[in-house]
């Protein structure tokens, strides 16, 4: 009598049990992944909370200017400082800042003398000559106290070579600022230039008097005294 036939197939118990068996095992192997990704995204965010970046600041201007711009967002209508931020910017090289600055100072403030004339000096390091003239104009009248505005406009007449203005703006600036040498000098030039010895030797002569080794008003008075 031969022996019961029996298949070397699983039963459906065992095949049931198996396959729970991966499947539990592949739900543990998913769960400890995200475990694991949750785990260094916590750790990444409470790193970056301990740990601020560092703020990109390479020069001391530049942490001068974000002083600035830190005050400017507490009191954006402190025209001053707003102003020392434009002259920051034009000495970092952006002088497009520099102008957008100076002009939401004026538009605060359309007769601030430090606005008008600051705004001046930009056009005309950017070569905007005529820009940078209307602008000194203003800030004269603005402030016709103030002798730098005269200064700039006269030294702008000077190196066009239109010395009849120059001596008019000139002779403004040492009324109002004796004491500036450079002023004397550039007068006593346009003088010079104008043929008017007299004045051209006076004003030589202040230049050396508050400055004495100025070498450039040394050779002009030394001209007008062998002419």
Same mark, same amino acid.
């Given at each position: 009598? $031969? @022996?019961?036939?029996? $298949?070397?197939?699983?039963? &459906?118990?065992?095949? /049931?049990?198996?396959?729970?068996? $991966?499947?539990?095992?592949?739900?543990?192997?998913?769960?400890?992944?995200?475990? +694991?990704?949750?785990?260094?995204?916590?750790?990444? +965010?409470?790193?970056?909370?301990?740990?601020?970046? /560092?703020?990109?600041?390479? $020069?001391?201007?530049?942490?001068?200017?974000?002083?600035?711009?830190?005050?400017?967002?507490?009191?954006?209508?402190?025209?001053?400082?707003? /102003? @020392? =931020?434009?002259?920051?910017? %034009?000495?970092?090289?952006?002088?497009?800042?520099?102008? !957008?600055?100076?002009?939401?100072?004026?538009?605060?403030?359309?007769?601030?003398? !430090?606005?008008?004339?600051? +705004?001046?000096?930009?056009?005309?390091? &950017?070569?905007? *000559?005529?820009? =940078?003239?209307?602008?000194? *104009? *203003? @800030?004269?009248?603005?402030?016709?106290?103030?002798?730098?505005?005269?200064?700039?406009?006269?030294?702008? =007449?000077?190196?066009?070579?239109?010395?009849?203005?120059?001596?008019?703006?000139?002779?403004?600036? %040492?009324?109002?600022?004796?004491?500036?040498? &450079?002023?004397?000098?550039?007068?006593?030039?346009?003088?010079?230039?104008?043929?008017?010895?007299?004045?051209?030797?006076?004003?030589?002569?202040?230049?050396?008097?508050?400055?004495?080794?100025?070498?450039?008003?040394?050779?002009?008075?030394?001209? /007008?005294?062998? &002419?």
């Amino acid at each position: 009598m $031969s @022996a019961p036939n029996r $298949s070397s197939e699983p039963t &459906d118990s065992a095949t /049931v049990s198996k396959n729970t068996h $991966s499947q539990v095992n592949r739900f543990f192997a998913v769960a400890t992944i995200l475990v +694991l990704v949750a785990f260094f995204v916590l750790g990444g +965010l409470t790193i970056k909370r301990a740990y601020p970046p /560092v703020p990109l600041i390479r $020069s001391g201007l530049e942490r001068e200017l974000a002083s600035y711009q830190g005050r400017l967002e507490k009191k954006p209508e402190d025209v001053e400082t707003r /102003v @020392a =931020a434009a002259k920051i910017y %034009v000495r970092l090289g952006k002088t497009k800042m520099a102008t !957008d600055e100076l002009n939401r100072v004026l538009k605060m403030r359309p007769k601030y003398w !430090d606005g008008l004339f600051q +705004l001046g000096l930009v056009y005309l390091s &950017d070569g905007k *000559k005529q820009r =940078a003239i209307t602008q000194f *104009k *203003k @800030a004269a009248k603005a402030k016709p106290s103030e002798g730098l505005a005269y200064y700039q406009l006269g030294l702008i =007449a000077h190196g066009d070579k239109r010395f009849e203005t120059a001596v008019k703006y000139l002779e403004k600036t %040492v009324k109002i600022n004796p004491v500036l040498a &450079d002023a004397h000098y550039y007068l006593a030039n346009s003088y010079q230039r104008l043929g008017h010895k007299g004045p051209a030797k006076q004003h030589y002569e202040e230049a050396l008097r508050y400055i004495p080794d100025y070498t450039e008003a040394k050779k002009g008075l030394a001209g /007008v005294e062998r &002419d």
